[in-house]
Nanobody
Framework: QVQLVESGGGLVQAGGSLRLSCAAS????????MGWFRQAPGKEREFVAA????????YYTDSVKGRFTIARDNAKNTVYLQMNSLKSEDTAGYYC??????????????????WGQGTQVTVSS
């Protein structure tokens, strides 16, 4: 049973920063790619970023490139999303997910599963 627990969300002013964390358990974390998604009210879930199991490959959706950084610490079974220069349009619930297959890389949303409960990010303008 995979468990993903996100934390680090909150209320921040536009231009500010937050770092999200996702602690994983129940699976050999170090052999799975991880992803971050977000969903704003009334909108579809959006694939934001992903990182391969070794950390050697990353993906970012265009709207966050240059502002967000995904990283992982396999010793701590944790993946992070550093968010800088936040904008009001970044306001959403942020969810982490794990790739459905070990040692597979997918810079797209369809191969991820086991969503966490999410952490809310609110950016005030």
């Amino acid at each position: 049973q995979v468990q993903l627990v996100e934390s680090g969300g909150g209320l921040v002013q536009a231009g500010g920063s937050l770092r999200l964390s996702c602690a994983a358990s129940g699976r050999a974390f170090s052999v799975y790619s991880m992803g971050w998604f977000r969903q704003a009210p009334g909108k579809e879930r959006e694939f934001v970023a992903a990182i391969s199991w070794s950390g050697g490959r990353t993906y970012y959706t265009d709207s966050v490139k240059g502002r967000f950084t995904i990283a992982r610490d396999n010793a701590k079974n944790t993946v992070y999303l550093q968010m800088n220069s936040l904008k009001s349009e970044d306001t959403a619930g942020y969810y982490c997910a794990v790739h459905r297959s070990a040692r597979r890389w997918s810079p797209g949303p369809n191969e991820y599963e086991y969503w966490g409960q999410g952490t809310q990010v609110t950016v005030s303008s």
